[in-house]
């Protein structure tokens, strides 16, 4: 088990950039596969990115592809997600995922085990 802490959320016009950090305890952080999803007012939460253990792999939903880069860094227990041209659909709480494993990373929601509390983002238009 991690426990994850989001940070950097707030409030950003479009076009604008945000990164948020999510900060996992625990000393295997490195076995753990990462995902981001994002839930807006009324709508299911839904699948934003994810990196393998190594960050060798990356995926993203393709409503964020070209936009929003995740990457993590072992060293520090951080995933990051980097987001730029921001648009008001992007508004909604930001969760952070973990779970234990090597093989595959998981693109929904029931594929993961640890959730962070969540960070607000709003795009202001």
């Known amino acids: 088990q991690v426990q994850l802490v989001e940070s950097g959320g707030g409030l950003v016009q479009a076009g604008g950039s945000l990164r948020l950090s999510c900060a996992a305890s625990?000393?295997?952080?490195?076995?753990?596969?990462m995902g981001w999803f994002r839930q807006a007012p009324g709508k299911e939460r839904e699948f934003v990115a994810a990196?393998?253990?190594?960050?060798?792999?990356?995926y993203y939903a393709d409503s964020v592809k070209g936009r929003f880069t995740i990457s993590r860094d072992n060293a520090k227990n951080t995933v990051y997600l980097q987001m730029n041209s921001l648009k008001p659909e992007d508004t909604a709480v930001y969760y952070c995922?973990?779970?234990?494993?090597?093989?595959?990373?998981?693109?929904?929601?029931?594929?993961?085990?640890?959730w962070g509390q969540g960070t607000q983002v709003t795009v202001s238009s």
């Open positions: 990196i393998s253990w190594s960050g060798d792999r990356t």
């Open positions: 995922a973990a779970v234990r494993r090597r093989v595959g990373v998981p693109l929904t929601s029931v594929g993961y085990e640890n």
């Open positions: 625990g000393r295997t952080f490195s076995s753990y596969a």
